[in-house]
């Protein structure tokens, strides 16, 4: 069973940082690519970031660029999520994922491969 645990969010300023963590089990984490979805209150399910199975490459949506950055330690089964000045509008729950093979970069992976969320709160 895939078991996906959010840890790291809060409250923060605009222009604060903050650091999620996802710790992952029951899959094979180094083998599969790994993702971030947000939801903002009454709005749909956003693509936030995407990290290949070794690593290696990275890809983001664009309202996020230059601010977050996605990472993995496969010797720890974790997905992290580095945001820096961070705006309101990133208020969001914020899910780690587990994408599918051949799922396309930006694709959202069906909700029952998601954790249960962290709440990420950007105001003064």
């Known amino acids: 069973e895939v078991q996906l645990v959010e840890s790291g969010g809060g409250l923060v300023q605009p222009g604060g940082s903050l650091r999620l963590s996802c710790a992952a089990s029951?899959?094979?984490?180094?083998?599969?690519?790994m993702s971030w979805v947000r939801q903002a209150p009454g709005k749909g399910p956003e693509w936030v970031s995407r990290?290949?199975?070794?690593?290696?490459?990275?890809y983001y949506a664009d309202s996020v660029k230059g601010r977050f950055t996605i990472s993995r330690d496969n010797a720890k089964n974790t997905l992290y999520l580095q945001m820096n000045s961070l705006k309101p509008e990133d208020t969001a729950v914020y899910y780690c994922?587990?994408?599918?093979?051949?799922?396309?970069?930006?694709?959202?992976?069906?909700?029952?491969?998601w954790g249960q969320g962290t709440q990420v709160t950007v105001s003064s």
């Open positions: 990290i290949n199975s070794g690593g290696g490459r990275t």
């Open positions: 029951g899959f094979t984490f180094g083998r599969f690519d």
């Open positions: 994922a587990k994408n599918s093979l051949f799922e396309s970069i930006t694709a959202i992976p069906t909700r029952d491969s």
